[in-house]
């Protein structure tokens, strides 16, 4: 059965073995289960708290939560009464259609448009369609953003919004690393004033790591990234995702986290393929597409980019 609806949530089965689950809610990733080229034997891939809530009650606190139209706090007048992360990942999706179903994969399409709930806070028309789609050893997550303004007005109705895949790749913390982030230009956000916080940083480092809290917002990242481990790695490559950010909470902040198990902070590191620096800007009846495919490496060492 590739595709299948239950309590809530998309099953993805592939016909090789490899999985993924989808809540309706937040349209978000909450497993992903796959082998590589050496190994067939389909792994997690992906890190969820314990204690997160998938009943949807709040934000998942793992897999792939979908983050529109604000990156963080809100920065844009349009945005002044969203929460943190905009209200994509908190809303209800509906299951739109199964985009392919064959021996290549399987693919669904979830959409959302304002609902009452989202209207109170945010005025603009959109339509979003997320599309999953699940191969033997890849999963991508494609986030499709429409301005359905109809209005004639003179500027026209423009949307202006963040979009950012909030992956959350199951790895040792100690260990891993992310490349190819050297050279780059990235904004420190645990820097503790919002000077510091806002004045570029260069990464001189070869492979970054998040030994210690990392929280940094590389501006104009190469698009394609490989996050590496002893035994294993993953590949990310993003479309139209300008930025990447780089998370880990560490102790520190991660033992305040409510819904973060105990020493999970230890057991995942965030590389999440993003438009946050700006705004993208759609005029009426425009699409913007970002695209995010993940791919297990067979092994922890870097291919060539
Ligand atoms: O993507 C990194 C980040 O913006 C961090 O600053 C931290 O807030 C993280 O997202 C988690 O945010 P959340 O709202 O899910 O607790």
Redesign the pocket.
Known sequence: MPVEQKEGKVVLTHPKGASAEILLYGATVISWKSGNKISSTPVERLFVSSKAAVDGSK?V?GGI?VVFPNF?APAHPEHAKLS??GFARSAVWTFDSIVMDNEAGVSVRLTLTPTPDIMVQYFRPFHLAYVVTLAEHQLSTDLHVKNTSQTTSTPPDALEFQALL?TYIRAPTSEVLVYPLSGGKYYD?TESTEEARSQPKEETRTGVDVKKFT?SVYENAPGKYQVIWPGGGLEIKAKNFKDV?V?NPSQEAGSK?ADMEEGGWERFV?V?PGYVRGFARLNPGETWVGQQVLTPLDGDRPLAL
């Open positions: 934000a606190r939560p963080g943190q992360h909030h956000k929280d950010v998370w986290l965030c999440e």
